[in-house]
């Protein structure tokens, strides 16, 4: 995966404002062309990028033996490693296999980013789903990438790691596992905040994304281990900058 060629897109003030956020209308985002050049398993799909995310996912897929759905937490050690991205180009990568839905769902409560990424209107989501105040279909909004669907952070709260560690996002996640065969949820960096660490013991397997000569070694290797002490099960790591 290649250098970082451009900054990641910065939410305004105005979208991180924490009120009047709205619902989205059913479909809006599925009128909206996937252009950003880091999500290259669209941009580039023939590219060497695009080819590293589906050896990631093949991993993935051989891993998941029973072929049941997966929900799946990315995650780094620090920020700006690139995990969006990866999430983002995985989430295309995984849905390549027919028959293959995948939601990603933006857990970063601290610096969400999906909605930028695909440049797409911030709208009620996470937050409002766990705070009962917007039924579950219509925070998942479909994209223009056929089985690719979002969830956006919403609203964002003043006590995310509350929010992620509670029992109404464990029940969501399983609800979410019925309709999707993998849920892929984008979290801050584990050194920043606890929220993937917290998440990490409630999905199937945690992706640790590592940019190469970014972060140093031993930083990796203690984020690899207090996410496995704390009953994360890390299916594999996904190197960016390589
Ligand atoms: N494969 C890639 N190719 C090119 N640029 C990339 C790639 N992956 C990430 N980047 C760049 O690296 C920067 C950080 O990426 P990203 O936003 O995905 O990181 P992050 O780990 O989610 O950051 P944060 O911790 O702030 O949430 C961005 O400028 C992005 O454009
Ligand atoms: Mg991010």
Not at 47 to 67: C, H, K, V, Y
Not at 71 to 86: D, L, N, P, R
Not at 87 to 94: E, G, K, Q, S, W
Request: hydrophobic share 40%.
């Amino acid at each position: 995966m290649s250098s970082a060629k451009s900054n990641p897109p910065t939410p305004s003030e105005a979208d991180l404002r924490p009120s009047g956020l709205k619902p989205a209308e059913h479909d809006e985002a599925t009128a909206v062309s996937i252009e950003r050049e880091e999500l290259a398993v669209v941009s580039d799909p023939r590219g060497p990028i695009a080819e590293q995310f589906r050896s990631l996912r093949n991993s993935i897929t051989a891993l998941n033996r029973d072929g049941g759905s997966h929900t799946i937490v990315m995650t780094s050690a620090v920020a700006g490693e690139g995990k969006t991205v990866a999430t983002l180009n995985l989430a295309f990568a995984l849905a390549e296999m027919p028959g293959t839905q995948v939601l990603v769902i933006d857990g970063d409560l601290h610096g969400p980013a999906v909605e930028s990424y695909l440049e797409l209107p911030r709208r009620q989501g996470l937050t409002e789903i766990l705070s009962g105040d917007l039924p579950m279909e219509r925070g998942v909004r479909r994209t223009a990438v056929e089985r690719v669907s979002v969830m956006g952070p919403g609203t964002l709260p003043l006590n995310p790691s509350e929010l992620l560690g509670s029992d109404r996002m464990r029940a969501l996640l399983n609800e979410l596992k019925q309709r999707f065969t993998y849920v892929l949820i984008d979290t801050p960096a584990v050194t920043q905040v606890s929220d993937a660490s917290l998440l990490g013991s409630k999905v199937d397997g945690i992706v640790l994304v590592v940019r190469l000569g970014k972060t140093p070694r031993h930083e990796v290797e203690q984020t690899y281990n207090n996410l496995e002490a704390l009953g994360g099960n890390i299916l594999g790591t996904c190197l960016t900058g390589a």
